[in-house]
């Protein structure tokens, strides 16, 4: 009698427990309203978390890139990394975002409902390390590239063919030329920085630049000293010279060769800009304390800056040395629009025209200035990316799927064992809620692998249930009673169903432990499922019985 | 009471030569379509790594067309696939695999998305799902879901050791190995992709049947304490006769949560649900003609010192003088 009723208090108690875990709850989440500006939304709902393959969005590895430069400590360099993504997210407005290390050199970044794959890539990835060159006024390259041009002849570095069908630029030198006259005087208008560039043309003659060679071919003289235009389709050929070793060496000393982010279209193609710059910064972003997107209606889209007042000076004074020259802007060695010219000296402030960019761009620049450059460049070793439609398409059919999958359990469970097949159905209920309530106090992530465990728990979780009623069913059938078969019945089953799910759990925690993303939400769910299941199958199912028991004293029959 | 095979006696453990035969063809189909699609299994871009793309179009449309669009862009190799209905198609271009934009710092997905949007219209696409996986995290990912495989095994067999014998372990794992490459020639005879979902289909596979297993072991462990005349084979036989109803019914709950994943629950999760279908059956199977045969076969062959299991060693006792050691143990 008192055993039921401490039975009665323990099922009252956990019914309690788990009703509270899944009591849907306030959040406070930050999103950025289609203004830009950061929000604080209150949002209610249960604690039940969905995995970025059900609600939509974006998970990311990220690794370090030595590609470029030799990075001695991984391990550190991910630890620097990891906070200046933390900031740059924060900034960015994503409701709970993960970011984390895994293993010693990867960073993890899961953005849920995040849509547009690319801005978050480049907030993530930008290595926003800003520096102020003055571009070279030497002619430097002019004046090297004969000799560059017999590096890549003598290493045979330019394509058999060099003129490749379709690209009229190489061995045709002079039709080039014409082409940008012609362009400069056929499209006065067609974009401020063609006007700019034709001003510059007419002072400084570019025509001496064909001499012939690989190289010189494909590059030709821009608006402004230092800029150089190189068609589109030739910029993978020209990178991969400016990338080789000896090109390197015979580059002119405390020079670089910058590519631009502007393209230009003259006489309908397109060109982009190259820039050869002086190698030491007059400053970089390492003094910027704040920097705010903006627009104006001559520049468009801008990003303002500010610096401390020990940057402010420094750049007070080298932009004073270097009035009349052009100081090319350059983010992660990449130029930002096209250099401007410096009228006087600057000081703490400045500003970064964003070119034909929209608004957003310049927000994500103005964040990731702000957040700091990241300690080593990166590189995305794995991209996932779920739309949202998906993700609400997976959930209903998930849904679906689970409730036919119960319905269809409870079907053969109460066809073929009556009464205490309904027992066990009750239990079921149970089940369900006691697993959901798992998942919520552990914080786990429901994936779509997860739903399918969970329908497959399912099934498997009246496995118990069978098994005891298997036993009883014997137990009856030696001529026991009711009362001492159920006992018999229960006690027999237990080692069975003890072992079984033991090794199955096993089994989970090895996935969990190996596992990644969907499959780790699959392991967590498999697990809540089993311990449930043994609740509910065997404790509960049990005080089903003594209820019932008591209320039909002296039974004879059992319906099972 | 509704009761089905009830109080049954079959001699399962007759028949253990013709269903070793029957699974080792199965298995040999399996092997020889791997070796004849040369490349073997169809792993999927988290193993491969690569980038794969879920779209959805407006209306419905041909691979045809699909490749049409991406050979222009420079993917004439990427796989084309239906993705459940004619309007979603998933497209996926191995790492080789660069398209002609590639040096303008155009993305795999960028370039592919921009194809089908230029060929099909920027609103009659719509790019649902985007995957990129790089090479080194594929290889990582291999290797794991490997150690996985393996640390479960390891660990089964410790525990198995621990609650009942080592022979019994053996058994199990044995069993358990058979359900994975009759899984695997099931996946190579549907040419379904190998991903990380169906390793882990695989894996909860390799629980269900050992949970079959474990609970027909469970039955022969308590059959002989009990102080009955019988041989050991007929303690196995009476031991599947008895947990055949718990089977079946199990058997059958299971199926039909598999069926309503395989049926209803969307294109994602269906090979999934494929292997899970196939390894309910073949985890049963394996229960009874893998596990309890070659558990009746280990017994014989490496018999317990006396006092080690006093109940084993009469049952191999009336064994011997049934003199059905022989049949068993012939090789």
Known sequence: MSNLKWRLIGIGGLTVLAAFLLFPRNKTVQQRGSDGVLRETVQRHVPLRYGLDLQGGMHLALEVD??????????????????????????????????????????????????????????????????????DETQALERVLPRLDAIIKDKKLAPATASTPGTPTPGAPKGLQGLLTSADSGKPDSSKKVAAAKTDTTSKDSLQLNAGGALSNLIQQGGMSGEYFVETANVATVDRFFTDSSVKAALPPAREVLWGTDSTVMGGRTYKSLYVVDSRPIITGEFLVDAKPNTSPLEGTIVQFKMNNVGGRRFRNETGKHVGDYMAIVLDKRVMGRPPVIQSAIGTDGQITMGGKDLAAAQDLALVLRAGALPVPLKVAEIRS?????????????????????????????????????????????????????????????????????????????????????????ELDRGKTVRTAIDEGFKHAMPAIIDSNVSTILTAAVLYQYGTGPVKGFAVTLIAGIVASLISAIFIVRTFYLLWLQRTRGTQTLSI | MLRILHGTHYDFIKWWKHMAILTAIWIAIGLVLFFARG???????????????????????????????????????????????????????RPEEQGTTVAAGDSTSKQIERALKAHFGDTNVRIVRTEFVGPRVGEELRRNALIAILISFGVTLIYLAIRFEWRFGVAAVVATAHDILTTLAFIMMLHLEISLTVVAAILTVIGYSLNDTIIIFDRVRENLKKQRKESLRDVMNRSINETLPRSIMTHATTLAATLALLLFAGEVIRPFSWVMAFGIFTGTFSSIYVATALLLYIEQRWPRRSGESKGTARALAEDRRQGRADKMATR
């Open chain 1, 386 to 474: 779920i739309g949202p439609s998906l993700g609400q398409d997976s959930i209903n059919k998930g849904m679906r799927a689970a409730i036919i999958a119960v319905a269809l359990v409870v079907l053969v469970m109460v066809v073929y064992y009556r009464l205490s097949g309904l027992l066990a159905v009750g239990a079921l209920a149970f089940y369900v809620l006691f697993t959901l309530a798992t998942l919520a106090g552990f914080d786990a992530v429901l994936t779509l692998p997860g739903i399918a465990g969970f329908v497959l728990s399912i099934g498997i979780a009246v496995d118990a249930n069978v098994l005891i009623f298997e036993r009883i069913r014997e």
């Open chain 2, 39 to 93: 490349r073997g299994f169809n792993y999927s871009i988290e193993f491969t790594g690569g980038t794969l793309m879920q779209a959805q179009f407006a209306k419905a449309t041909t691979d045809d067309e699909v490749r049409g669009a991406l050979t222009q862009a420079g993917f004439p190799h990427a796989e084309i696939q239906q993705f459940g209905s004619p309007v979603d198609y998933t497209v996926r271009a």
């Open chain 1, 66 to 135: 030595d590609s470029k430069q030799v990075v001695a400590n991984k391990s550190e360099a991910i630890d620097r990394a990891l906070k200046t993504v933390r900031n740059r997210i924060e900034g960015f407005g994503v409701s709970e975002p993960v970011i984390q290390k895994a293993g010693s050199d990867r960073i993890i970044v899961e953005l849920p409902g995040i849509a547009d794959q690319d801005r978050a890539l480049a907030v993530v990835q930008n290595q926003a390390f800003l520096e102020f060159k003055i571009t």
